[in-house]
């Protein structure tokens, strides 16, 4: 499935399932702008890491996704420095555990701007672009809180949701556009965040390390499995082929059998 001469743009890329779809798409031949905080000279390695393995161009952007003009300058700047921007993937995201009652209104806001609103506006920037070469992709990463909620995760699961019709009503819009919209949901997926998270739940909950991952983790995923960021970016990949090119509007899920039950 090849991306040469295709130009990509992934948020919240410089670790994680973000990073693992902007090597994907470099490692099939598209040029990338990767997005997303952290260690600056970490976030270079990486950068200059997919230029040398994959003979590709990459660039890398600061772009604040809770700010919409800077959302905005970062696709404009995108475009403008390869010419095109042909694939957009919505995926920054943060999150943060409270029951509703106690819920921080600055962590709510913080989340809905940056899980959802950030789509809306990357998506509004790149459409004209798009409609312009009659091609384009735009992925979002939803997760399974996009179809079941859990509790003290009130803002994510309205975010993720929210993807969900942000998707379908874009789909619907560019249906004869040659632009496909669609969003992919994943279930828990294996990363250093998650990984980082095991020590202080065993410690917390007076549990191994297995029995963490198995009853506490991974209790609401049949299969016992974490679902690979590697197997996250492959599905992204196929929604940018052409064999993908009549699926639009859709939510693809890939969580183990989690919304299954």
């Not at 950068?47 to 990459?58: L, N, P, S």
């Not at 600055?106 to 009659?134: C, T, V, Y």
């Not at 983790?217 to 016992?224: D, N, S």
């Not at 992204?236 to 693809?252: E, K, R, V, W």
Request: glycine share 8%.
């Amino acid at each position: 499935m090849s991306l040469k001469s295709r130009n990509a743009l992934v948020t919240g890329s410089t670790s994680g399932i973000g990073l693992a779809i902007a090597r994907t798409f470099a490692r099939e031949g598209a040029n990338v702008t990767i997005n997303g905080f952290g260690d600056a000279a970490a976030i270079e390695t990486e950068r200059a890491a997919i230029e040398k393995e994959f003979g590709v161009k990459a660039f890398y952007s600061d772009a604040d996704m809770t700010k919409p003009e800077a959302i905005r300058a970062m696709v404009k700047e995108a475009k403008e420095r390869l010419g095109s921007l042909d694939i957009l993937v919505n995926n920054a995201g943060i999150q943060h555990v409270s029951p509703i009652e106690d819920f921080p209104l600055e962590k709510w806001d913080q989340i809905i701007a940056i899980n959802l609103s950030a789509a809306f506006h990357g998506i509004a920037a790149a459409i004209p672009g798009m409609k312009a070469r009659h091609w384009g992709r735009i992925i979002s990463t939803a997760s399974a809180h996009s179809l079941v909620a859990s509790p003290f995760k009130s803002a994510y699961v309205s975010a993720k949701h929210g993807i969900v019709g942000l998707t379908q009503t874009a789909a619907l819009e560019l249906a004869t556009s040659g632009i496909t919209v669609n969003c992919i949901s994943p279930g828990y997926v294996w990363t250093p965040l998650v990984e980082k998270q095991i020590p202080d739940t065993m410690k917390a909950r007076n549990l191994s390390r297995d029995e963490v991952i198995n009853n506490v983790i991974l209790a609401a995923q049949p299969t016992k499995q974490f679902v690979t960021a590697d197997q996250v970016a492959s599905l992204a990949l196929y929604l940018c082929s052409d064999a993908a090119a009549q699926i639009t509007g859709s939510n693809l899920v890939i969580d183990g059998g989690w919304t299954a039950a």
